[in-house]
T-cell receptor
């Protein structure tokens, strides 16, 4: 099946720094990528929808200036957490869609665990 | 708005069947999914069902959908210790190219 990778898998950073997380579709072109956040023992919550070549659409309550999303190519989307704070510590998961309607054509990455000290 | 509910915990003995239940509120849901998440890992798609289906079976997994009651279940036959994980129910209106709405997940513990 289609493979989505994320890098890094785990990152620890100091408060106030910025962290970039990459999401790549390895063997297919992803017209749409989604970024989710999962707090401990919670469900996944959609942060934003990213379409290649256009600005991301953010969910209510997600600060677009804090969580910068770039989807510059059909195989890569990046999420940059700017001026990270401890409350940003979470598990960030991306998913990628081929853009075709129906079924399971959304594939999830393995996630990135961010810890902000 | 959209909402997906699941019970939080389930404990079964090895070899027994597990049944994880899920309810959703969006009558426009067209695709319903079951994902498995092991500790510290991402999501693994187990199976999905289209809203015009009542049942789907794939080896040890059986999905039942009651669209009238907006109820979805996942049955795992002959549950093994390796099945211990969190199982998420999710729904979407238009399938893979739209975001999914997830339940809080059911933690399945399998007792040897």
């Amino acid at each position: 099946g289609a493979v989505v990778s994320q890098h890094p898998s785990r990152v620890i950073c100091k408060s106030g720094t910025s962290v970039k997380i990459e999401c790549r579709s390895l063997d297919f072109q992803a017209t749409t990528m989604f970024w989710y956040r999962q707090f401990p023992k919670q469900s996944l919550m959609l942060m934003a929808t990213s379409n290649e070549g256009s600005k991301a659409t953010y969910e209510q309550g997600v600060e677009k200036d804090k969580f910068l999303i770039n989807h510059a190519s059909l195989t890569l989307s990046t999420l940059t957490v700017t001026s990270a704070h401890p409350e940003d510590s979470s598990f960030y998961i991306c998913s990628a869609s081929t853009g075709l309607a129906g079924g399971s054509r959304q594939f999830f990455g393995p996630g990135t665990r961010l810890t902000v000290l | 708005g959209e909402d997906v509910e699941q019970s939080l915990f389930l404990s079964v003995r090895e070899g027994d069947s597990s049944v994880i239940n899920c309810t959703y509120t969006d009558s426009s849901s067209t695709y319903l999914y079951w994902y498995k998440q092991e500790p510290g890992a991402g999501l693994q798609l187990l199976t999905y069902i289209f809203s015009n289906m009542d049942m789907k079976q794939d080896q040890r997994l059986t999905v039942l959908l009651n669209k009238k009651d907006k109820h979805l279940s996942l049955r795992i036959a002959d549950t093994q210790t390796g099945d211990s994980a969190i199982y998420f129910c999710a729904e979407s209106r238009q399938g893979g190219n739209t975001p999914l709405v997830f339940g809080k997940g059911t933690r399945l513990s399998v007792i040897a």
